[in-house]
């Protein structure tokens, strides 16, 4: 049974059942799913989640499908890193990365798209699809694939090539529109209507990102049922932050972590930060940005959805958003690789290099307990690397020679 109660609208509080919308038809207000909280607190009781299988699904209680329509890719439970010598490199102690380039295809995003593509199923919609940045593509094509469903991604074009080519060994039908993401995400949903289909960040994003809300969820349970003083987390859309607050409010509720001010922090590149720049001048409007220039491509949003949500709870939450340069991006990329072994995209960089930004400044306190999401992997996005490693040339077949090698670089 499932205790998916109802969709409330976030601007007039109107009421809905369970529907087929993202804003409200009323006042066009984002729409937020709702379950029967005091019922899955009866219900329930919390070491029972403890023995449920590593993904997603343990939360499903949580979660707005049907058990017969889990579309189950295994995602999420990723691993929860304590990070001590990046931590002791940057004078925090209490430094941990939630490491979600861990997922089956490599980013957060097999968690909405899970659970989206699954809803799909259970309406019986006759194909599925998505706009993407890139990570998205791979993962909603490998969650059709394991529903069973045809499936369209659209993308702008000249994406990573690690991004491209799995989507379409997962059986995804390619859209590659010469145009930005904001543009392609319009066409996307043009089609998505007038197909009547499932597009999981479109038409089923009330649905979508109530899967990245359990990245949250499994943060505060890894960390035996507590919440992170701070929580660093990239911005695209900024649904992803936004769902932080939804899953933290929710266990709040269950009482299943104590009540606690969690700082909500957030990172953009400089070359896409309209959320930054809202921030930072104290608006409370988000000015689009019309050509985003930067290598990190997964969060090169430059109308953000969830915008003003996410600054919204930014500032209520007494986070901060913060917007490091490319450069400053690489160089965090590369750190956190070679202190922690952890290889992510320039979007993990991001968040890194906003950090190292912010303890310099003073805004981090050494004793917190810092969660920084690490979204997706950097072996899909090779290519933004190539100027920082130095590939060292071949040697003879000879002993000798390894030797010398091996003096030159002590
Ligand atoms: C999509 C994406 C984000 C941003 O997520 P939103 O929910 O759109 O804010 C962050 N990191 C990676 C790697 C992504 O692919
Ligand atoms: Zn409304």
């Not at 601007?11 to 729409?31: K, M, V």
């Not at 590149?269 to 921030?279: H, N, Y």
């Not at 690490?374 to 060292?392: M, R, Y």
């Amino acid at each position: 049974m499932s205790y998916l109660k109802n969709m409330i609208c976030k601007s007039c509080n109107a009421e809905y059942p369970p529907i087929r919308e993202t804003i409200c038809p009323e006042c066009f207000g984002p729409l937020e799913i709702h379950y029967d909280l005091g019922k899955i607190s009866e219900d329930l009781d919390i070491s029972i989640i403890d023995k449920r299988e590593k993904n997603i699904w343990r939360y499903k209680e949580l979660l707005p499908v049907e058990e017969n329509y889990h579309v189950n890719i295994h995602a999420g439970f990723t691993p929860l890193k304590h990070c001590v010598s990046l931590g002791d490199y940057l004078g925090l102690e209490n430094l941990y990365i939630k490491d979600d380039s861990c997922n089956p295809t490599g980013s957060f995003k097999d968690r909405p798209a899970s659970i989206a593509v699954s809803k799909a199923g259970e309406w019986g919609l006759e194909a599925v699809g998505c706009a993407s940045t890139g990570n998205l593509a791979g993962a909603t094509a490998a969650a059709a694939a394991a529903a069973n469903l045809p499936c369209y991604i659209f993308v702008p074009k000249d994406l990573d090539q690690g991004k491209i080519i799995p989507t379409l060994l997962y059986g995804g039908q390619l859209v590659q529109i010469d145009g930005t993401y904001d543009v392609v995400n319009r066409l996307a949903n043009l089609t998505a209507d007038k197909n009547n289909w499932g597009f999981v960040n479109i038409n089923l994003r009330a649905y979508y990102t109530e899967g990245s809300k359990t990245i949250t969820y499994e943060c505060c349970e890894q960390l035996g049922w507590q919440s992170p003083d701070r929580i660093i987390i990239p911005l695209g859309s900024g649904a992803l932050l936004c769902t932080a607050r939804k899953a933290l409010d929710e266990l709040e509720e269950l009482q299943w972590i104590e009540k606690k001010q969690v700082k909500i922090c957030g990172s953009q590149p400089i070359g896409c930060s309209p959320i930054t720049e809202a921030f930072e001048k104290n608006r409370d409007w988000i000015t689009p940005v019309q050509h985003p220039n930067t290598i990190v491509k997964s969060l090169a949003i430059g109308d953000p959805a969830s915008g003003l949500e996410a600054l919204d709870i930014i500032r209520s939450s007494e986070g901060w958003a913060d917007s490091p340069n490319d450069e400053e991006i690489l160089e965090a990329q590369a750190l956190l690789a070679r202190t922690e072994g952890i290889f992510t995209e320039p979007a993990g960089g991001s968040c890194i290099a906003s950090l190292i930004r912010k303890v310099r400044e003073g805004k981090v306190d050494p004793k917190e307990l810092i969660v920084v999401y690490i979204t997706g992997s950097g072996l899909k996005t090779i290519d933004t690397l190539e100027g920082i490693v130095h590939i060292p040339s071949s040697i003879k077949a000879d002993v000798a020679e390894i030797e010398q090698l091996i003096q030159e670089v002590q």
